[in-house]
């Protein structure tokens, strides 16, 4: 394991009743990204929901962060892309990146099932599949041709450009623009299938939460296959540089007696099967609750960590900061080192040259 973060699912209480609010939760957030940064941890990634109280629109957090520390990296797990304009997200996300100087993992897909009947119909888009897959990977395909560098777009007549700045039918291309940012770019998948998409489009693999084989296996297992699937269908494809992978557990490391309190009973001994409403089901990863020594051991029998390069660390946002900076440090100083993790002090785990 080469890098540790958390990932937040940015749950926040509508008008503040029985949790935080969302002001409080965004800055929460950020300020928990911030002494996660004096820790040496490597990522703060956020989840991204529409129509639900949780983070929706990721730039502004992720811009703050970036912005008030030196060396973390800022990303999402996952911008759903049936509500994105794939244009806008390229400035964006090459505006993030330069700002950052490239501390950016951004995690995108087709994302999980929304409150909303196709949603993204009052975002003004159409799909013609019902979960929205086209319209899904189209964008995706314009996203990444934008940040590629394509012209996406014609200069006007020369009369009609203010500034005249191109030959009319020029090719133009959206700015800013990152050479590095396609590096990262994370594809977050759920299926052996998509992995294998993500491979030969190039971007790195987030494995999910959760995945749609569950054929008994433990959600460990299954990811370890899909991320040697992916390797496979990457070398194959003849990429020149080699990509990261990210893998997400709840993880609590109890070194107190008020970690016992908070999260002992919310340890559990396998993972779960269910449903995300879409017909088939899914695999729900466990919990971890224990002493280092005991999480320790059982990490290093989860074959997806020991495969991966990222481990985030799903934190209950709703606790506030202290308690979620203290899970991360717990994680730091006595479990991650057994796993191969030193503390960051360099910047982001980028992809190299193969």
Known sequence: MKAFGFLSFGHFAIGGRGGPG???????????????????????????????????????????????????????????????????????????????????????????????????????????????????????EEFMAAIDGHGMARAAAAEKQYPRMYQPGAALSVFPHSQRLRRNIFWGSGTNSSAVQAARDGVNLMSSTLVSEADGRTLGEVQAEQIEIYRTAWREAGHEWTPRVSVSRSIFPIVSERDRQLFAASATDRDQIGSLGEGANVTFGRSYAAEPDVLIEQLRQDPAIAAADTLLLTIPNQLGVEINVSILRNFAEHVAPALGWQPNTAGPVTGVAA
């Not at 520390?69 to 990146?97: C, F, H, S, W």
């Not at 994302?111 to 897959?133: T, V």
């Open 22 to 140: 969302a002001a409080q939760v965004l800055k929460d957030g950020l300020a928990i990204a911030q002494e996660a940064d004096a820790i040496g941890v490597n990522n703060a990634s956020f989840r991204v929901h529409h129509f639900a109280p949780q983070g929706a629109s990721p730039m502004p957090l992720l811009g703050a962060i970036a912005g008030s520390t030196k060396r973390i990296e800022v990303g999402t797990g996952v911008i759903d892309m049936r509500y994105e304009n794939p244009l806008q997200l390229a400035e964006e996300a090459a505006a993030l990146d330069l700002l950052s100087d490239g501390r950016v993992a951004l995690g995108v897909s087709r994302g999980s099932p929304e409150p909303a009947e196709r949603g993204w119909e009052a975002f003004g888009y159409r799909a013609q599949a019902d979960n929205g897959a086209d319209l899904a990977r189209a964008k995706f």
